[in-house]
């Protein structure tokens, strides 16, 4: 309770600095109050094509989470497994990761040009690669007295893979997950400005065009506010894993 508090205070000191910065610059085209980025984020959220634009966004954020973390871990957890293989693989994932979301984003409009596709596209080549590496780091620091024991004790393969390599993997594995559930929303909606048909991303371009300072505002305060939902579940679901982990 008594961090439900501290957190409420940090959100009431953002709002005070806010309206006071809003204030002292005196310009609705550059800081708009909160009041009026309030009152704009329930006019606009009463329409339709507005909602349906977070429902896009939010169906694009779903689908590079799945991938990236149900794909990045199967494909770490291999690389992992084989010395060679990830002393290959590893300079080409640092590479892919090392590439500006920019360069993805000119390539994709180039292939798929506007559309539902790039944006997700986008969005997985920027966040695999840190799931990958995570996975394997994981999967190659595992006790390899623990993997010894399991072979002389005949240990099946499917306990020695769900209960060593699985369980070594668990802080990497959640640490990797906070990582990219805490960027997917700022891809995801950048490369919807960019390269995206519908969404969010899409609506904060035409308020930039239609000089709406307060929708730009609006949409992306909204945006903030779903991420760091999620973020402080997904924190409170990760410290109940890894005390029942470190139980174990």
């Known amino acids: 309770m008594e961090n439900i508090w501290k957190y409420l205070a940090g959100i009431l000191v953002i709002f005070i600095t806010w309206t006071i910065l809003s204030f002292a610059i005196n310009s609705q085209l550059i800081l708009p109050d ?11 959220f009463q329409k339709n094509e507005v909602l349906n634009a977070l429902f896009f966004t939010l169906s694009k954020i779903a689908v590079v ?17 084989n010395d060679t293989v990830y002393d290959i693989l590893r300079p080409g994932i640092l590479v892919i990761q090392a590439i500006p979301i920019v360069t993805w984003l000119a390539l994709v409009m180039f292939i798929w040009g506007i559309g539902w596709l790039g944006p997700v596209i986008v969005s997985i080549l920027s966040l695999l690669p840190h799931t990958v590496l995570s996975t394997a780091v994981g999967i190659r620091t595992t006790d390899k007295r623990l993997i010894e024991m399991a072979k002389v004790y005949r240990v099946p393969s499917s306990k020695v893979v769900r209960d060593v390599y699985l369980g070594s993997i668990v802080p ?30 899409v609506l904060i371009a035409w308020a930039r065009q239609s000089v709406a300072v307060e929708k730009v505002y609006a949409y992306t305060a909204v945006i903030i506010l779903m991420g760091l939902a999620v973020e402080n579940i997904l924190n409170h679901f990760v410290k109940k894993v890894l005390k029942n982990w470190e139980l174990v």
């Open 65 to 81: 989470l799945t991938v990236t973390v149900f794909i990045g871990v199967l494909i770490g957890f291999f690389i992992g497994l």
């Open 34 to 44: 909160p009041l009026t980025v309030l009152k704009t984020i329930i006019e606009e």
């Open 172 to 201: 990497q594995l959640l640490s990797a997950l906070q990582v990219v559930i805490g960027n997917v929303w700022k891809v995801v909606v950048v490369a919807e400005y960019m390269c995206g048909d519908k969404g969010i991303g």
